[in-house]
Every structure is written in C-alpha cells, then in structure tokens.
C-alpha cells in the first residue's frame, strides 16, 4: 500500500531558530516527492519538488532533501520565522509518466513562537 | 482569476441533505482535481478531470458523491444525503497538465463541509 509518514506530528520552536521535518514514503512506482506549505485555511503551496536524481533542493529558507534509497525525505528551515507557522506537508506523486497520483502525508504543524 | 478560487468557503448542513460545491480553476488550466482532507489527515484523493477525457473517478467514495466539469472551466463536487462523516474540507487544484515529472498543481483555499 502507498504510504507517506511524517514525523513530527506538531512542533513548536522559537523564532529565530532552525528545525527539521522528516518523511518516510512507500510510494511505487516513485515519481517525484514535493514538500507543501499549507497555512490555516488555505490551500496548499508548493514549496520543492524533487526527482530520485536529485539529492537536495532549496527555496529560499527551506531546504529539501531526498534519500531514494532509505525512502526518506527531510525539509530544513533555517532562521525561522513566525509566518512560518503552518502544515507543512510531504506529498509523493506514484506513476512512471502521463497523469501521476499523490499520496500525501498528514503533515507536521510546525508553530513558531516569538 | 490569479487562482483557484472555491465556493462557499463554509458550508453547515443538515444530515440527509444534499450540498453542491464549486471550484473555478486557473484559466488555461485542462486538468482539475478534487481532495478531501479531514482533520488531522492528509489529503485523500477523490477525482480528476482532464479536457474531455473521461474523468477518473477511482478515489469517490461512494455513489452519493458525483462531480461534474463544464469544458475546462467550472466544475461542481455534489454530496447527496450528506452523513456526519462527510465533514471535512475539499480542496480542489488545477494543472496544465494532468501528467508530466513536473505537473504542478495549484490549489484553491477549500471549502469546510460540517454535517450536523
């Protein structure tokens, strides 16, 4: 069965401060993963993609990484700040091409305290 | 639009009701979805429109959800006889595409369904 973990479930840290998100994936066939932005009520926003290829990607603050091998994904914020408060959200998208299927995970709600 | 917009963006409703939401995708866009998120879970997958293709329906889940998709433009989500269950918010998303490595999908800022 397709499945996206993520850990932790909420966290709350200080402003200023640096955190990791993790996310384990039994997705196949794997096509990509994306890391989501959801802040409270709105919709998610993309915030990386990467392929099994590639190994990190980033976005301003926010630093992907990916370990195909492990399954495992993790998303860095460096220097946090309180609009980070949200879900954030690991998403694989399964297929091999044409119109691909996300399986999306339940999201870490991260909330940043001044 | 600049986005995908959604409406109502609340909805209260009876058990046994039926409700009809609505999602106007970004212009352009041939490929549209529908989600489901319920609270404190991710998000569930419920049916996709390509152009004219027919739509891929695999993630509804039961006969008391349908939607519906004018062309490439609006499309409305409909809930018959509503359960308690069904409470959570729908989410929908357009695409450029529906396949590609890359499909980036926009989403709309959903509606919250609550079922009394």
């Known amino acids: 069965k397709n499945q996206v973990e993520q850990s932790p479930q909420s966290l709350i840290i200080l402003e200023g401060k640096n955190c990791t998100l993790q996310?384990?994936?039994?997705?196949?066939?794997?096509?990509?993963l994306r890391w989501y932005k959801q802040d409270t009520g709105r919709g998610p926003v993309s915030l990386t993609i990467?392929?099994?290829?590639?190994n990190t990607k980033s976005n301003g603050r926010y630093t992907a990484t990916l370990d195909a091998d492990t399954k495992q994904s993790s998303l860095h914020i460096t220097a946090s700040q309180l609009s980070d408060s949200a879900s954030y959200i690991c998403?694989?998208?399964?297929?091999?091409?044409?119109?691909?299927?996300?399986?999306f995970g339940a999201g870490t709600r991260l909330a940043v305290h001044p | 639009g600049a986005g995908v917009s959604q409406s109502p963006s609340n909805k209260v409703t009876e058990k046994g009701k039926d409700v009809e939401l609505r999602c106007d995708p970004i212009s352009g866009h041939t490929a549209l979805y529908w989600y489901r998120q319920r609270l404190g879970q991710g998000l569930e997958f419920l049916i996709y429109?390509?152009?004219?293709?027919?739509?891929?329906k695999s993630g509804l889940p039961s006969d008391r959800f349908s939607a519906e998709r004018t062309g490439e433009s609006v499309s409305t989500l409909t809930i018959q006889r509503t359960q308690q269950e069904d409470s959570a918010v729908y989410l929908c998303?357009?695409?450029?595409?529906?396949?590609?490595?890359?499909?980036?999908?926009?989403f709309g800022p959903g509606t919250r369904l609550t079922v009394l």
């Open positions: 998403v694989v998208s399964a297929g091999s091409g044409g119109y691909n299927k996300l399986i």
């Open positions: 996310c384990n994936y039994t997705v196949s066939p794997f096509s990509n």
């Open positions: 998303a357009s695409s450029l595409v529906g396949g590609g490595l890359y499909n980036e999908q926009f």
């Open positions: 990467m392929t099994f290829s590639e």
């Open positions: 429109f390509q152009g004219n293709s027919a739509p891929d």
